[in-house]
């Protein structure tokens, strides 16, 4: 990585530590930003992010720290088919919320990964998925550039709101092939920009919308998911963040 990307990442990663450390000591979690060469990246907590975007029944079944962690765009539970027995992966898993969900959903001959590269959101779901019961769950420490998973061994990927903010997106997206299963399913929410936007406009609204300074046009996540390899693409806008920017769901296949 060059400086530039290496600081973003830094910055990001200092970010999330800190909302996991909010979390954990009961404390106001207040939302960051940095501005890198006239790039901003923000982590905020709004009204168009966090565990709001999750029915009630799903928030009542879990810890409330692993609700409380959640700093999302959407539910990518509503947006992935899970079935029991599936090996589902979540990209950039923070306190684990959609982990703990996926694991209620694949059952007990299933498994839940969760993927941070945060230490301190690790930990935090580790000690949320051991108040939960659940037994049928890991979380690991990483980069979702370079996924510590075997080829062909998770069925469905999921992720809520962390693409946009990797400083490598077709390393992702080329992860995320590796490790699904011929016929795996990629299932994310996460934000988009309308395709007349420029990468310096998108950075504008980044400064004062948390995590879309780093988001992809909509033209160029289907072209980078198609270069993947990924066919049965769909990106489909859900509500409006900034202007021309939306959370979104993704869906895609590999064949």
């Known amino acids: 990585m060059t400086a530039e990307t290496d600081a973003l990442r830094d910055h990001v990663r200092q970010c999330y530590a800190a909302a996991a450390t909010a979390v954990s000591t009961g404390t106001a979690a207040s939302c960051c930003g940095v ?3 006239s790039t901003v990246y923000d ?10 975007l999750y029915g009630s029944s799903d928030r009542d079944q879990l810890p409330s720290d692993a609700v409380t962690a959640s700093l999302g765009c959407g539910n990518p539970l509503a947006v992935a088919v899970l079935h029991e027995g599936d090996r589902v992966l979540d990209l950039g898993s923070g306190g684990g919320i959609d982990v703990l969900l996926s694991a209620r959903r694949v059952g007990p001959t299933g498994r839940a990964y969760g993927l941070d590269m945060t230490e301190e959101m690790v930990t935090l779901a580790r000690v949320n998925a ?3 019961g659940a037994t049928n769950v890991e979380f690991l420490n990483g980069t979702i550039e370079a996924i510590p998973l075997p080829n062909n061994s998770i069925d469905v990927i999921i992720s809520n709101c962390v693409i946009n903010l990797s400083t490598d997106k077709p390393a992702v997206f080329a992860e995320a092939f590796r490790v699904l299963t ?12 309308e395709n007349h936007l420029t990468a310096d406009q998108r950075a504008e609204r980044g400064s004062y919308v948390g995590c879309i300074a780093g988001a992809l046009t909509i033209a160029e996540y289907h072209q980078g998911l198609a270069t993947a390899g990924f066919t049965d693409i769909t990106i489909t806008p859900t509500r409006q963040v900034a202007d021309g920017m939306h959370s979104a769901i993704i869906r895609a296949t590999k064949c």
């Open 35 to 37: 501005d890198t060469s």
């Open 43 to 52: 982590v905020a907590i709004g009204e168009r992010f966090g565990s709001q």
């Open 130 to 132: 051991t108040q939960a």
């Open 182 to 193: 011929p016929h795996g399913r990629l299932g994310v929410s996460d934000v988009v920009a």
